[in-house]
């Protein structure tokens, strides 16, 4: 009886976390984007069949771009053969200019990543959590959020000027915004099940937040986070094409002034390649992070 009473303690955040993945709503739909409200195991729809699937149909687009291209359906000044494009890829790879100008954008995607994912997430589970901060935040952060990241590359020049800082600076702020308004939505995420075993365990307000709060959120965080990556992308390559001297989005603008299409088009696929293998590597750490939560799996 009094050993049952001494193990209790050493367990509690085990528990909670049992309580938590069986009561906190399930995120996967709007994280993976699966339909139908069901969450498959991870791996659910990923099999080989699947894969080849959607290789497959990449082929397909290729050979129809290739065949509009020569048969000059589409514009040929603008429109290269995607044979064209190919060659182009490959000789700027054999040189390595194009894993140069790769590195550098996604250095600066990285460091806005960082800092704005963290700044939403601190600000919106900060306001999710404390309602009088929300309210004292929240009409500041609503005037900010639908602010075109763009029409913020003038001041920023004036302040960093042109290069690295200044796109670290314009892609934090167009992250932020994703994950502040998933981190606010999530730290209400906590229903009143979790709430009263809180209660039960009789934690305080931040143990609470701790034990239960956060890790609730967590499925919704992440979904934001992982916009808010795609967005630090875009946003670090559209801020290189406008005051930037290199990356990829310096190196499409050039190629596209220069007339050189196949070479606009080969940093085009470089930067799809650049968001598709952030995106992997993101879904494998929050496999790994969330693998309590029924319907993510293990990495």
Do not use: H
Request: net charge positive; proline share 8%; aromatic share 8%.
């Amino acid at each position: 009886m009094g050993g049952g009473g001494i193990r209790k303690s050493p367990t509690r955040p085990q528990a909670l976390a049992a309580s938590i993945s069986m009561a906190a709503p399930n995120p996967t739909p709007p994280i993976e984007g699966v339909r139908g409200g069901s969450s498959p195991p991870a791996g659910a729809g990923r099999s080989p069949a699947y894969e080849l699937s959607g290789l497959l149909f990449v082929l397909f687009l290729l050979v129809l771009w290739e065949c509009l291209a020569r048969a000059e359906v589409l514009p040929a000044g603008a429109v290269p053969p995607a044979s064209r494009v190919a060659a182009a890829l490959w000789e700027l790879g054999a040189s390595g200019e194009i894993f140069a100008e790769i590195g550098r954008t996604a250095g600066r995607a990285l460091a806005g990543f960082a800092l704005g994912g963290l700044a939403g997430v601190v600000l919106g589970f900060g306001c999710g959590v404390f309602p009088g901060f929300g309210r004292a935040v929240g009409t500041t952060a609503e005037f900010l959020r639908p602010m075109p990241s763009v029409a913020l590359i003038p001041i920023g020049i004036l302040f960093l000027g042109l290069g690295f800082g200044l796109c670290v600076a314009v892609a934090a702020f167009a992250c932020c915004w994703p994950a502040y308004v998933a981190a606010r939505a999530g730290a209400g995420a906590a229903g009143p099940e979790l709430r009263d075993t809180a209660r039960a365990y009789g934690l305080g307000r931040a143990e609470s937040i701790v034990f239960v709060l956060a890790p609730a959120a967590l499925p919704q965080i992440f979904a934001g986070l992982r916009t808010g990556l795609a967005v630090a992308v875009a946003v670090a390559v559209t801020t290189e094409m406008a005051a930037a001297p290199n990356g990829l989005g310096s190196f499409i603008l050039e190629a596209s002034m220069a007339g050189r299409p196949e070479r606009m088009y080969a940093g085009i696929v470089a930067v799809g390649a650049l968001g598709a293998a952030l995106n992997a590597l993101f879904l494998a750490l929050r496999r790994r992070a969330l693998v309590w939560l029924p319907g993510t799996g293990r990495p």
